[in-house]
């Protein structure tokens, strides 16, 4: 039953269901739908949920595994085996390393002194021995969980750089920029730091900018940038084709260690400025006298 109250105005309003604190618009008294609803929840609910068993959450676990390691692979780091002796004594054949492959995403372009893979090139591999992988070292080679056996990739270290000018003069010492390099600490024993042969061993070239010259650490057993100088790069790798830095020798277990830059690529006076920057302090001064000498000239002529 509604009941009226007049207000000031003379209108009347109406209490109804929706206005009572005390009823519900269908009559129901307040608490009893939450009530039946929590009666109804608690009825469905046959207990707490079953853990799936370990076989059926096992699938789930090895995708996961399989993602994030095609990740790291792909951004991170990747797994390369040495396929030949041509970086002896630093790297023997059958030595697994680890390549970072994250810098160059963050522009981080190659080094003097880094041992550095790279895509071939220019057919550097044409005629050397190749390996027919098995359907299982195919995909673990594809997600990096083994080193793959089908890219043409090919590992030395960075000798000079966009700008420098590296040359071998009989069987050495290498120079780059005029400087000669202390190669004793990485240079195969018994080897010479360059090669006194027609091939390539003697030299002198400069490194355009976007390219890397690149030579084995057993210098007289590595088809390296001296050998491929009539290629269609004269023996350069371009920048873009290198894969990363190999930072640790990973496996065998006993040959584990980092690979850091020899202390002879540090030099004083290794780096020298290009001769487009050694223009560059004298043109400032150039264009203040421009503008000096004709205002000079004027207020010599006022009388």
């Known amino acids: 039953m509604e009941s009226a109250a007049s207000t000031a105005d003379g209108a009347v309003t109406s209490r109804t269901a929706g206005n009572d604190p005390d009823v519900m618009e269908d009559g129901a008294v307040p608490g009893e739908a939450g009530r039946t609803v929590s009666q109804g929840s ?9 853990p799936r068993s370990f076989w059926k959450e096992l699938p789930i676990l090895i995708g996961i595994a ?5 990740l790291i692979k792909t951004f991170l780091v990747q797994a390369f085996s040495i396929p030949s002796a041509s970086m002896q004594n630093t790297l023997q054949e059958g030595d697994r390393v680890l390549v970072d492959k994250l810098t160059p ?35 673990l080679s594809w997600i990096g969980l083994m080193p793959s056996a089908e890219e043409k990739d090919l590992i030395k270290r960075v000798i000079g750089v966009g700008g420098d000018t590296v040359e071998c003069k009989g069987t050495g010492p290498l120079t780059v920029n005029g400087h000669a390099l202390n190669e004793q600490d990485y240079v195969y024993a018994g080897n010479t730091p360059c090669s006194d042969d027609p091939g390539g061993g003697t030299f002198k070239v400069k490194v355009p900018k976007g390219y890397i010259w ?24 371009p920048v873009k084709d290198v894969v990363g830095r190999a930072i640790v020798k990973a496996w ?22 290009s001769s487009a920057a050694a223009v560059l302090p004298a043109a400032p001064d150039a264009v203040v006298l421009a503008g000096v000498v004709p205002v000079a000239l004027w207020r010599r002529r006022r009388p």
Do not use: C
């Not at 608690?42 to 079953?50: C, E, I, L, V, Y």
């Not at 057919?123 to 995909?139: F, I, M, R, S, Y």
């Open 214 to 237: 690149v030579m084995g650490d057993h210098r007289q057993d590595s088809k390296d940038s001296r050998y491929n100088q009539n290629d269609r790069h004269h023996g350069m790798v």
């Open 42 to 50: 608690a009825a469905g609910t046959a207990g707490p949920r079953k």
């Open 105 to 139: 995403w963050f522009g981080s372009e190659p080094e003097r002194g880094e041992v550095v893979v790279f895509h071939d090139p220019d057919n550097w591999l044409a005629g050397e021995a190749t390996t027919d992988p098995n359907a299982v070292q195919k995909v």
């Open 66 to 70: 399989l993602v994030l390691a095609l």
């Open 252 to 273: 065998p277990i006993n040959r584990w260690g980092t690979l850091p830059v020899p202390d002879t690529f540090g030099q004083t006076g290794l780096d020298k400025p």
